[in-house]
């Protein structure tokens, strides 16, 4: 059988363009118009921003390799910033990581956090619910995982300042050397040396999901670098994108009163929400692949050693896959099968937890929140790859 | 166990083999001559052996041959009963039995893994023709104590050949290295697992490793029976009653709802069989059937009401009955 390929179609749009950063949307629908694959000359990677390609390269990790880095560069020939993390790595050296975190973070012990994650979002909601207006971002979404997270992984309170500006570097990282790429690294040195020392064993509490990574070492089944690092990728994976999580599922639903008011009949419908909102509002926008070996994806031949950019939140908002309403928020749609928490091998393994933090947040707000509505014109963050805000106001009555 | 309500049908043992140590296996056709329903690679049985007892067995026949069932048991000898009760049959008696049922379908996929350990084979045979007959790439990893405790081991080597079929009898070259098994993870292979539970356990851990929703995996003792699980009693709301029924240590939720009127439908009643799988609508469960996939325990919305109770530190559960 003969594969008939094409060549991919050459776009001189550049993704991390301001404009396209801070309202990436007509772009993406652009992108996917354009066909299967496109050739971005801007940063020299193909595209895929179509659900079945971009499903097609997050489950096929033999073809799409992860060890080249998740950013543009390639890490194995120019190393990286910083020590690879398992979401730059491939099997077997994955495999082992991934062993380790899946122990650890299972429906069981993301239960019990239920218990401790309460208390802080019924205190935040019950300040923000006696005022008229607040900012969604500022006075919530980014107070709210930094109460619960870095305790539930065991962090000491020294040094947490770091996790945000740290979450900056990291995933602005996976874009090009911009001035956004520079900016979040001024001060890089000390945030990453920081952070570091939070991940080592002796300035980890005994009942965190730290220490419990760093038993696998007892266990023989990782290294003690591999537990630093892991631990290190559940502190820069887990803050930044829960945060943006909340903030853009805030962000759709101030849009939509009416899907509030029935949240507020039925909040056991708050999980729902918080899965189509991060279909509609994906806080990981995109990252790069590497390709193994040459081959051959929507009728394109990709050479061996090319970078791909997937675009997941594009694919989140395909209307092949989502229908034509995909670019609404819909309460009663079935999103299961996005790819906000990636898909396959690296699918999110923390991801359990973020949709805990952001359905106990919603759940309280609903519980003391009538109606919520925008304040003026939210502020979207000016990122390399994530999608979200820096400033949402919120106009709101009390329940 | 009790006879589950529901359908049973009229079969008869037409042939009984002996296909390695301690292993039988049964041809069965229905009295009435006429054809079984279709069923699909994974499905079990229900087998009435006797003395009210109820046990499942894997088909190990061909979906495309509806005349028989054909299935394989291993004599247990310190099980509850059944095993024994079925190696007693004779060729000629009649038996009752189920139509097929299958909790362990084979989901389309590019490539399959299949691991079988001892009489775990039996529900792999049908995947391993039904991945041939799709051209699928697939390999079988079969392990036992021996080559001749291992049914089917060589008919299976001639049929597809030792590049498909990799028998490891542990009297030859030792035990099934998982760590080398699975050590690698493939891109769009499924792994399908059945066997004893030290097997699964082991297995279970190093899917870990791979994609989520990698491994499907059936057993046919329930996965904590004689664990030494501390239960607390716990209330269950009855959604569609609005009552409450409160569930003591020594009764399960089946039990405890059925003695207040309510009906389940229910089976096996050992977190077997699936038949009892209820809706959740509030409450964590603590699941302890050998049913449900990984994922559908992670999305917390069905148990298996037989055997499954309220998780440790939830006093109350809401379900849909």
Redesign the interface.
């Given at each position: 059988m003969t594969v008939i390929t094409h060549d991919a179609n050459v776009l001189g749009e550049d993704p991390f363009d301001t404009v396209n950063l801070l309202d990436p949307y007509p772009f993406l629908g652009r992108l996917r118009d354009a066909g299967a694959v496109s050739y971005l000359e801007s940063t020299g990677s193909y595209a895929v921003a179509g659900y079945q390609e971009v499903y097609e390269v997050l489950t096929d990790f033999e073809t799409y390799i992860s060890s080249g880095g998740l950013g543009p560069r390639d890490i194995r020939k120019d190393s990286g910033w910083r020590p690879p993390s398992i979401l730059e790595s491939d099997p077997p050296i994955h495999t082992v990581m991934r062993r380790a975190l899946t122990g650890v973070i299972n429906p069981g012990t993301v239960r019990a956090l239920r218990e401790p994650f309460t208390p802080p979002a019924v205190e935040l909601t019950e300040q923000l619910a006696r005022r008229e207006r607040f900012d969604a971002i500022t006075d919530l979404a980014e107070k709210y995982p930094l109460r619960v997270f870095p305790d539930a992984v065991g962090i000491p309170d020294v040094g947490r300042e770091h996790l945000l500006p740290y979450g900056n570097m990291v995933f602005n990282a996976f874009g090009p050397e911009n001035y956004i790429f520079k900016q979040a690294f001024a001060e890089g040195d000390e945030h990453a040396a920081a952070v570091m020392r939070n991940c080592q064993r002796e300035n980890l509490d005994d009942v965190g999901f730290g220490a419990q990574i760093w038993k696998r070492v007892e266990d023989g089944l990782i290294t003690e670098q591999q537990a630093t690092l892991l631990v290190r990728a559940l502190l820069s994976a887990g803050v930044d994108t829960t945060i943006f999580g909340i903030g853009n599922t805030l962000s759709v639903l101030a849009r939509y009163p009416e899907a509030w008011a029935q949240l507020r009949e039925n909040p056991k419908m708050a999980k729902f929400a918080v899965d189509e909102a991060l279909r509609l509002e994906s806080p990981f926008q995109k990252f790069h692949r590497t390709v193994a070996v040459d081959t051959v994806l929507g009728g394109v031949h990709l050479p061996a050693g090319a970078k791909v950019m997937v675009f997941l939140g594009a694919a989140n908002r395909d209307p092949r896959k989502w229908g034509e309403n995909a670019d609404d928020f819909d309460l009663n749609r079935n999103a299961s099968g996005h790819v906000a928490f990636g898909m396959g091998l690296h699918q999110c393994v923390g991801q359990p937890i973020a949709r805990l933090e952001m359905e106990i947040v919603l759940q309280q707000l609903l519980q003391r929140v009538a109606t919520i509505e925008p304040d003026g014109a939210p502020v979207p963050i000016l990122h390399n790859v994530l999608r979200g805000f820096e400033s949402l106001p919120v106009r709101i009555t009390a329940a | 166990m009790t006879a589950p309500a529901g359908a049973t049908i009229d079969a008869v043992v037409d042939q009984v083999d002996v296909v390695a140590d301690q292993v039988v296996s049964l041809v069965l056709r229905r009295v009435d001559g006429q054809p079984f329903q279709p069923w699909q690679p994974g499905a079990h049985i229900d087998v009435h052996v006797g003395d009210g007892l109820v046990r499942q067995y894997s088909l190990c026949s061909s979906p495309d041959e509806l005349d028989h069932l054909r299935i394989g048991v291993l004599h247990v000898p310190d099980s509850r009963g059944g095993s024994k009760a079925v190696h007693a049959l004779l060729a000629g008696t009649p038996l009752t039995i189920s139509e097929p049922r299958n909790n362990f379908p084979l989901r389309e996929s590019r490539r399959y893994l299949f691991i079988g350990g001892g009489i775990g084979i039996t529900p792999l045979i049908p995947m391993l023709e039904a991945a041939q007959a799709a051209g699928k790439e697939w390999t079988l990893i079969y392990g036992g104590r021996s080559r001749n405790t291992m049914a089917f081991a060589q008919q299976l080597e001639d049929q597809y050949g030792p590049d498909r079929i990799r028998i490891i009898a542990e009297d030859e070259v030792g035990r099934l290295d998982l760590d080398q098994i699975l050590?690698?993870?493939?891109?769009?292979m499924l792994v399908y697992a059945c066997g004893p539970g030290g097997l699964l356990g082991a297995v279970e851990?190093?899917c870990?490793?791979?994609?989520?929703g990698t491994l499907h995996t059936e057993r046919f003792v329930a996965s904590t029976l004689g664990a030494a699980a501390a239960n607390a009693p716990f209330e269950v709301e009855l959604a569609r009653t609005g009552a409450t029924v409160t569930v003591p240590n020594d009764k399960t939720i089946l039990e405890a709802v059925e003695e207040v009127g309510v009906r389940v439908l229910s089976s096996c009643r050992g977190g077997l069989c699936g038949t009892c799988e209820t809706q959740i609508?509030?409450g964590?469960p603590e699941h302890r059937d050998a049913v449900l996939t990984q994922e559908d325990?992670?999305a917390?919305e069905i148990m298996l009401v037989c055997v499954s109770r309220a998780?440790a530190?939830c006093p109350r559960l809401v379900l849909d009955l």
């Open positions: - | 050590g690698m993870p493939r891109a769009h851990e190093r870990m490793g791979w994609p989520p609508i509030s964590e325990r992670d917390g998780a530190g």
